[in-house]
């Protein structure tokens, strides 16, 4: 069993920046790959970012040059730096995780709204 627990939620003002953290904790060896989704109220829930243990990103295309992931896989954290947000960033981030076997974990989630 992995558990996440996501920090950093906020509210900020639009074209503002902030930093989500995930904390892995559990059968972390087993992680293959993290990341961060969002459900946004009214839509589908989204992908966001992912990195591998190699260090292989991708990310939504409504997300690419604006936001970032990183990870220190010593600590299993995951980090989602989120820059020039806008309205339509507010959302619910959850922090994702899939082991090796395809199991998956999310987190609780955090709030992250973006005023105009």
């Known amino acids: 069993q992995v558990q996440l627990v996501e920090s950093g939620g906020d509210l900020v003002q639009a074209g503002g920046s902030l930093r989500l953290s995930c904390a892995a904790s559990?059968?972390?060896?087993?992680?293959?790959?993290m990341g961060w989704s969002r459900q946004i109220p009214g839509k589908q829930h989204e992908l966001v970012a992912s990195i591998t243990g190699g260090g292989s990103t991708n990310y939504a295309d409504s997300v690419k040059s604006r936001f970032t992931i990183s990870a220190d896989n010593a600590k299993k954290m995951v980090y989602l730096q989120l820059n020039s947000l806008k309205p339509d960033d507010t959302a619910v981030y959850y922090c994702?995780?899939?082991?090796?076997?395809?199991?998956?974990?999310w987190g609780q989630g955090t709030q992250v709204t973006v005023s105009s």
């Open positions: 994702a995780a899939e082991s090796f076997t395809r199991n998956r974990y």
């Open positions: 559990g059968s972390r060896s087993t992680i293959n790959t």
